[in-house]
């Protein structure tokens, strides 16, 4: 019979994204940052191919980058309200540890793309898990540096990679507010012939 192991249940059943507005210093040290990266690494990965990599954004590069992609950011949305072009102004800044999670994958003889992209999905995941498990707020971002090919190669990306996702990282100033969780009803059938 399978042992449950409740610790790791429980640790499942309560993770859920505490936005970067809920979190402050410090953040991971080198050796956890180490350990979350292991731990990202520790995925399904068809064909071993390591479709992925990471990026840290952290300590005084952070505003140097920020202060690199917000003229790209004011040539973009011109138009845009004060309060959102002050939180793009401390994208980085007023996180702790974002860490970029790089899609590397690329055709391959026998894994699809789209394979080697999920295992890139699953990584974060693992990474936001670990996070959570670490006793800190971990929060999976996009939005429109992770589009825009001037933004993605300030970032680090290269030539034909994509960013899967930025993961905050910082600990919770806030206790976190879940959101209603899908519905067993409505997400599973049982296939019959
Ligand atoms: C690929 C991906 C990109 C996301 N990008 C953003 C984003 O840019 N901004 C945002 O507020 N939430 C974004 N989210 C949503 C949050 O990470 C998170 O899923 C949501 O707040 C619900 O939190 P939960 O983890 O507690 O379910 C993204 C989620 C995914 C899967």
Known sequence: MPIPNEGALA????????????MGEPGPSDAE????????????DHGKLAPWRFVLYRGDARAALDAKLLPLWDARFPEAPAPKRQAEATRFSAVPLTIGVISTAAEHVKIPVWEQEL???????????????????????TGWCCYDAEAVAILGAKS???FAGLVAIGTPTA?????PRPVYADVVTEWSA
């Open 160 to 162: 034909g990679e994509r």
């Open 11 to 22: 640790l499942l059943d309560t993770r859920r994204t505490i936005p970067t507005f809920q």
């Open 119 to 141: 295992s890139a999905g699953a990584a974060i995941m693992n990474l936001m898990l670990a996070a959570h498990a670490l006793g800190y707020a971990a929060q999976w971002l």
């Open 175 to 179: 206790a976190p507010v879940d959101r």
């Open 33 to 44: 940052i180490a350990r979350l990266i292991a731990i990202a690494t520790r995925v399904p």
